[in-house]
């Protein structure tokens, strides 16, 4: 008999255990929010109060709590493209509770290596509720996909009005349960009942849960770690799902009395909340249909192929991605649309990314919601194989990066282009391009990154750099105010360059996390976005550092210390780490229009030099092209 009930060697079994939070002990004063803070106005405590009483953990503090501690939060503003929360990140960078005051945020968690998106958050919705109570890292990466305005509310301001949380137990599982979308549709009182019948159950790797054919009488909710579902077939079990945090299964055997319908086991060390059948069939009962949609075919299927890497065998369904740009003839400019083949997901996901545009039908269905429309703007740069332009994407508003690459220039080495590809789609780093979609036509590869207005390091060097007169000591006689003057370039100032280095320190130190070493490190390949921060671009030549030498005879560098041998040197000793990653240390500098103007003119000059002169392939070449590419 399989383990239906939850019960058996290897399983730990108990009321749902809270994570110590730090509390506030002794006698406390009113922490001070940031410099120039904007604190909340009297006129949004009423809608704010609204948001927070979403959740659990406000709603049994009293209102006069509640408002005190409405007016103590602060508003930060998230540029299009930002990172507002890391996935992982702990720290100062994992103390704060927002609630949207306007914009668009996606929210992004890494499964099986890659950034899936899996909420979206808008005008009057909460998230990094658990960072109020709980020392724990973020479990999700939050991005802007518009330029959004937050309130913020701090940890320790939250902790001085709170001191010390009530029932502890009881509050981490509301707090789950306040993230599970099937249950998002129940009341108060219905999740507060759920919180004192539910009951832990943890299973460690390899281990069945449920079992094929057995009788079932527990409904399970995934409160971490991961599963897989599989199906008896005739050629055998056939992977049909892939459980992540807050899916659930086993509803079937209790809606239907059915038997259970197909075996789950533990593909890492699964903690599961568990539901007696009376409880269930009472309280959630009622959203059998929102359920029967979550585990329909359709949603599954898209699930599924999301988690598949390149080359896989299931078929990742294609978008069309139309590109507008001028073309220059001998009577003006005409406009030419080039037809691309991209993702059906990436495309769904940006057309989602913001406010749609005035005169576009909300209601486009069919090819029409399935089709990118990019407009064609102005050349930023490029290399020896590529191009990159401003592109706007139509339905949204929001403009991105275009990077264009001839697939004839690159087709002898496409190991640097997946390279590119793979690391780009799944980086979630404040300091790093990142990518949102790839798509090709008959003869270029196409990515579209974030927009990074403010040029690149090299653009900074040159715009400050400047000449001076030193005295520069001769002999023995001209020494002091008798030595010659000697001109000679000075660069940026040492605050700047430290911000810069820092910044690229604290990206480096993410990737070497995730097993990626970054190996192309130049002025040119370190962006500047709007705001003055940077950002690492250009992964081509990056290689998992799994593949690289462990004898220290045979590379270059140590494995112990890594990054904290740079970060805790004498000439970073100022630097406030945590400040600087989680971009609340203002950028010392800001992009100006002359930093670039000057590469770009020369970009254009060239541009029009060339225009006409593209090499043409053979069928040969186009059919070796296509060959190659065929997974981009």
């Not at 539901?275 to 599924?304: D, H, Y």
Request: hydrophobic share 40%.
């Amino acid at each position: 008999m399989g383990n239906s009930q939850g019960k058996g060697d290897g399983v730990i079994q108990g009321r749902a255990k809270a994570i110590t939070g730090g509390a506030v002990k002794g006698k406390a004063t009113l922490p001070k929010l940031p410099t120039n803070a904007i604190k909340s106005q009297q006129e949004d405590y009423s809608f704010i109060e609204n948001a927070l009483g979403r959740l659990l953990l406000f709603t049994r503090l009293e209102t006069a709590m509640q408002r005190k501690i409405v007016s103590e939060m602060y508003e930060r503003t998230v540029p299009a493209g930002d990172i507002l929360i890391k996935e992982g990140d702990t720290g100062l960078a994992a103390s704060e509770l927002y609630v949207v005051k306007s914009g668009k945020f996606e929210v992004l968690q890494k499964r099986q290596g890659q950034n899936v998106r899996v909420n979206i958050k808008e005008r009057g919705d909460c998230f990094g509720e658990i960072s109020l109570m709980y020392d724990t890292p973020r479990t999700a990466t939050v991005a802007a996909t518009m330029d959004a305005v937050v309130w913020a509310l701090d940890r320790q301001v939250f902790r001085f009005f709170v001191r010390e949380l009530q029932e502890t137990q009881v509050s981490q599982v509301e707090l789950f349960l306040n993230s599970v979308p099937i249950l998002a549709n129940l009341s108060r009182e219905e999740r507060i009942r759920l919180v004192d019948a539910f009951e832990e159950v943890t299973y460690q790797a390899g281990q069945k849960v449920i079992v094929e054919g057995d009788k079932g009488d527990l409904f399970y909710i995934v409160k971490d770690g991961e599963a897989i579902v599989y199906q008896n077939t005739p050629g055998g079990q056939r992977k049909v799902n892939h459980l992540f945090k807050a899916d659930f299964f086993g509803e079937r055997a209790l809606l239907k009395d059915e038997p259970r319908m197909a075996t789950v086991e533990a593909y890492t060390k699964l903690i599961c909340l568990t539901l007696k059948r009376e409880t269930f069939q009472e309280i959630l009962g009622p959203l059998e249909q929102l359920m029967a949609r979550e585990k329909s075919n359709q949603v599954v299927a898209q699930k599924m192929a999301k988690l598949q890497p390149r080359g896989s065998h299931v078929h990742r369904p294609p978008a069309e991605v139309l590109i507008k740009r001028k073309k220059k003839g001998r009577n003006g400019d005409t406009w030419e649309v080039v037809r691309a083949r991209g993702h059906l997901d990436e495309v769904l996901e940006l057309r989602k990314g913001g406010t749609k545009l005035e005169g576009l039908d909300p209601g486009a269905s069919g090819k029409e919601a399935n089709t990118l429309v990019l407009t064609e703007g102005t050349v930023l740069g490029g290399g020896a194989f590529s191009r990159v332009s401003i592109v706007t994407e139509e339905s949204t508003g929001r403009s991105y990066a275009l990077k264009r690459m001839r697939k004839s220039a690159v087709v002898q080495c496409p190991e640097h282009v997946f390279c590119e590809q793979a690391i780009t789609k799944n980086v979630a780093h404040p300091f790093c391009i990142r990518q949102y979609a790839s798509f090709q036509d008959k003869y270029h590869l196409y990515f579209l990154f974030d927009l990074m207005p403010g040029g690149d390091l090299m653009d900074v060097l040159v715009a400050e750099a400047k000449v001076i007169k030193r005295r520069v000591p001769q002999g023995t006689w001209r020494i002091g105010c008798l030595a010659p003057k000697v001109k000679m370039l000075q660069g940026m100032s040492e605050d700047l360059a430290k911000f810069y280095i820092g910044s690229i320190v604290l990206a480096l130190e993410y990737l070497h996390n995730n097993n990626i070493v970054y190996r192309d490190l130049k002025p040119e390949n370190v962006f500047i976005d709007g705001g003055g921060y940077v950002k690492l671009g250009d992964f081509g030549f990056d290689l998992i550092s799994r593949l690289l030498e462990r004898k220290p005879a045979k590379r270059l560098g140590m494995l112990n210390a890594r990054a904290m041998d740079i970060k805790n040197h004498k000439w970073f000793e100022n630097v406030a780490w945590e400040e600087l990653e989680a971009r609340r240390m203002g950028a010392p500098r800001k992009p100006k229009e002359a930093d670039s103007s000057k590469r770009l003119k020369e970009m254009v000059e060239n541009e029009k030099k060339t225009a006409g002169k593209t090499p043409k392939e053979t069928p040969e070449e186009l059919q070796e092209c296509e060959m190659v590419f065929a997974d981009f």
